[in-house]
């Protein structure tokens, strides 16, 4: 691999001049910046990544920690987050926490370790040790995601509040009364969040929402097989799953059709989090969608600025119903054939509806 010393003697100039070419020095004549391109282009220079951050104290490098890798909705994450670094001209390695503050805290560390320039988090619980460190000790940093409330560092979220308003409107409509929640961990801001939306929309229509129906998961399919299973075996089980997260409503799917049940026939099934495998279940799953790119594109620029010296503003974006058939189908009203009343008979009086 040629060095920047090579650069220099293909070029006839000195290692400094070549440095200052480089680096894109405004004292440069034109002539070297030529003569330094064409000798790089040559002998196929890459300059040093290492020895370069050493002298900028930046490395040009993102740290993004996510909860865990193999639910799809982080993976679209990820994905959002390395294509807008690269666009702004930084690198992004990535974290898998698997859903363990320990982990969490090991890739911190690591990452830290090695000269990231901020950090993305989407943090597994209330607070890692070692994360809480970097944050108090000013290690540019963004929450995406979920976040540690009462920790002085910006979030980048979506609202699904409304949304899920909007999914207990859609299965009122539809006759459902029982409905049940496979509610995430309650360590995480996300599952108390949805927990608690999911109450609210329900107290609106005077429905409660009792301990029985109320499950706890862990974000994974097991938990959603299991609470769903539970769910089933109760004298008067819920009409409703809404799981809190898509792998859960993939565990409860498969719980479901275990008891020789169907969805929506015997019961309804809805979750937070849409994911593209939802077109291709049978039924169709009805979901609450985040807008998900737009949150990884939204949380980068939010640490760049960070990096830069700005303040990062937090960013919040609203969720959206997406509608399927998992839920159940609204049975159109029967029309009846126009009568024309008679000259003797009264006309017919009005009640309003309180």
Same mark, same amino acid.
């Given at each position: 691999?040629?060095?920047?010393?090579?650069?220099?003697?293909?070029?006839?100039?000195?290692?400094?001049?070549?440095?200052?070419?480089?680096? %894109?020095? *405004?004292? @440069?004549?034109? =002539?070297? /910046?030529?003569? +330094?391109?064409?000798? $790089?282009?040559? &002998?196929?220079?890459?300059?040093?990544?290492?020895?370069?951050?050493?002298?900028?104290?930046?490395?040009?490098?993102?740290?993004?920690?996510?909860?865990?890798?193999?639910?799809?909705?982080?993976?679209?994450?990820?994905?959002?987050?390395?294509?807008?670094?690269?666009?702004?001209?930084?690198?992004?390695?990535?974290?898998?926490?698997?859903?363990?503050?320990?982990?969490?805290?090991?890739?911190?560390?690591?990452?830290?370790?090695?000269?990231?320039?901020?950090?993305?988090?989407?943090?597994?619980?209330?607070?890692?040790?070692?994360?809480?460190?970097?944050?108090?000790?000013?290690?540019?940093?963004?929450?995406?995601?979920?976040?540690?409330?009462?920790? %002085?560092? *910006?979030? @980048?979220?979506? =609202?699904? /509040?409304?949304? +899920?308003?909007?999914? $207990?409107?859609? &299965?009122?409509?539809?006759?459902?009364?029982?409905?049940?929640?496979?509610?995430?961990?309650?360590?995480?801001?996300?599952?108390?969040?949805?927990?608690?939306?999911?109450?609210?929309?329900?107290?609106?229509?005077?429905?409660?929402?009792?301990?029985?129906?109320?499950?706890?998961?862990?974000?994974?399919?097991?938990?959603?097989?299991?609470?769903?299973?539970?769910?089933?075996?109760?004298?008067?089980?819920?009409?409703?799953?809404?799981?809190?997260?898509?792998?859960?409503?993939?565990?409860?799917?498969?719980?479901?059709?275990?008891?020789?049940?169907?969805?929506?026939?015997?019961?309804?099934?809805?979750?937070?989090?849409?994911?593209?495998?939802?077109?291709?279940?049978?039924?169709?799953?009805?979901?609450?969608?985040?807008?998900?790119?737009?949150?990884?594109?939204?949380?980068?620029?939010?640490?760049?600025?960070?990096?830069?010296?700005?303040?990062?503003?937090?960013?919040?974006?609203?969720?959206?119903?997406?509608?399927?058939?998992?839920?159940?189908?609204?049975?159109?009203?029967?029309?009846?054939?126009?009568?024309?009343?008679?000259?003797?008979?009264?006309?017919?009086?009005?009640?309003?509806?309180?």
């Amino acid at each position: 691999m040629a060095s920047i010393k090579d650069v220099a003697a293909e070029a006839g100039l000195s290692v400094a001049t070549v440095s200052r070419v480089l680096n %894109d020095h *405004p004292s @440069v004549s034109e =002539d070297a /910046r030529r003569r +330094v391109t064409a000798a $790089v282009e040559r &002998l196929g220079y890459r300059p040093n990544a290492v020895a370069r951050s050493l002298r900028t104290d930046q490395t040009r490098t993102l740290g993004l920690v996510i909860s865990d890798v193999m639910n799809p909705y982080f993976t679209e994450l990820a994905r959002s987050v390395e294509e807008e670094a690269r666009a702004l001209g930084y690198s992004v390695i990535i974290g898998n926490a698997d859903e363990r503050p320990d982990l969490q805290d090991h890739h911190v560390t690591t990452l830290l370790d090695r000269r990231i320039d901020g950090l993305l988090v989407s943090p597994t619980d209330g607070g890692s040790p070692r994360m809480l460190d970097a944050a108090r000790t000013g290690t540019p940093m963004v929450f995406v995601d979920r976040w540690i409330p009462g920790v %002085d560092v *910006p979030v @980048v979220r979506s =609202d699904g /509040r409304g949304a +899920v308003r909007d999914l $207990v409107a859609h &299965l009122y409509a539809l006759g459902h009364r029982r409905l049940a929640i496979i509610a995430g961990p309650a360590a995480t801001t996300t599952g108390r969040e949805r927990v608690d939306a999911f109450r609210e929309a329900l107290g609106a229509y005077g429905l409660a929402l009792p301990d029985a129906y109320i499950g706890q998961g862990d974000f994974q399919a097991d938990s959603g097989r299991r609470v769903t299973e539970g769910f089933l075996d109760l004298a008067e089980p819920p009409e409703v799953v809404f799981a809190a997260d898509n792998l859960m409503a993939l565990g409860a799917l498969d719980a479901v059709r275990a008891r020789g049940l169907r969805v929506p026939d015997d019961i309804a099934l809805a979750a937070f989090d849409d994911i593209r495998w939802f077109v291709h279940t049978d039924p169709p799953v009805t979901a609450i969608a985040q807008p998900t790119g737009a949150l990884g594109r939204a949380a980068v620029r939010a640490l760049v600025d960070r990096i830069e010296g700005g303040p990062g503003e937090s960013v919040t974006l609203p969720a959206r119903l997406v509608v399927r058939r998992s839920c159940g189908e609204p049975t159109p009203p029967r029309s009846a054939p126009p009568q024309s009343p008679s000259p003797q008979s009264p006309s017919p009086v009005r009640r309003s509806t309180p």
